[in-house]
């Protein structure tokens, strides 16, 4: 008889507490992969996702000129896949994954994988694997607050990654067993995430590691903290969350809720970046910078002290007409046609 083996992804936005749910899964009795990324500045604990399959993602999404911090949606809607080039990046992900086919509960968190979860889930099916995925959720400022930090990008910008990233996690994710995680929820009382975990993917882990979870969820974890009642100016960010947190809560909101908004996001972002690309190749400017008021001709010239020799140095023209009696002075041909002309003055 076969034995089952599930493999589990941590699917969605980064910064979200993806490393704080990871590890914590691996103190309660799941395995990682080797090679994982170590500590940083962003990460004091440690990153907890494999080197390997970070590369693999990374190298993919170079060879159409994107990275992690691309906000479109460009390589799932509108990039036509070479087959081949398809094929080599699943046999890729698949070799990988063949290198941890002893462990029966396997845990992987990669952010760039929301986007590319098409080439990884045939990988692992092709494996044999079980997929199973936990969809992270945190608050949209906190995100944009922790990657300001972290990386200095604006929220706008932060705000577009959320949407985008969490968005896919979630449509991706439907055809197979899920479960959606509140990062607050894990940091106020972990055993009983883990055991929604547990019941939603069908998986046995153990809860009874409270002293090494507990020494790992330091509070001072969770350094940006927004105020629940804090209003999201944005009403697709708004919804979107609200939806996400009651999928926390088990309430399993409405999915065609949900389908409302991914087509609003999906059709205003292919819109948006279809209409930005036509102006570029158009050369038609989107904004114009505004003139600024300029000075009189004879106040000008007193308060930028007008430079005769040098005006008729960089204006021969002028200087022959100058020479031929045509004008009495550079100064005289600058106040009479050069301003209106935009020649510099001095």
Known sequence: MAVRRDLVFVLGMGRCGTSALTQVLALCGAHLPDDLLGASVGNPHGHFEPAEALALNSQFLAQFGLTWYDPTLRLQ????????LREAFIVQIEAFLQRYADRPLLVIKEPRIAGLSEYWFEA???????IKVIVPVRHPIEVARSLAARDGIGHEFSFALWLKYTMLAEQVSRSVPRVFV?????????KREVGRIATA??????????????AFLEQDMRHHVADAAQPIDNGLIAALYGWLIAACEDKAPNNGD????????FDTERLLRRSMDEQRRSDVPIVVERAQPRLPPLLDALINEFNEQGYLATNPDVRAAVVEGRHASGLEHWMTFGYNEGRRSA
């Open 258 to 265: 949900i389908d409302r908004l991914r087509d609003i996001y």
């Open 77 to 84: 809607r509108d990039t036509t896949m070479n087959p081949l």
């Open 182 to 190: 509140g990062y607050a929820h894990l940091m106020a009382d972990w």
């Open 201 to 214: 993917l069908d998986i046995r882990i153990n809860r009874r590691r409270t002293k090494a979870v507990g």
């Open 124 to 130: 692992a099916r092709r494996g044999g694997w079980t």
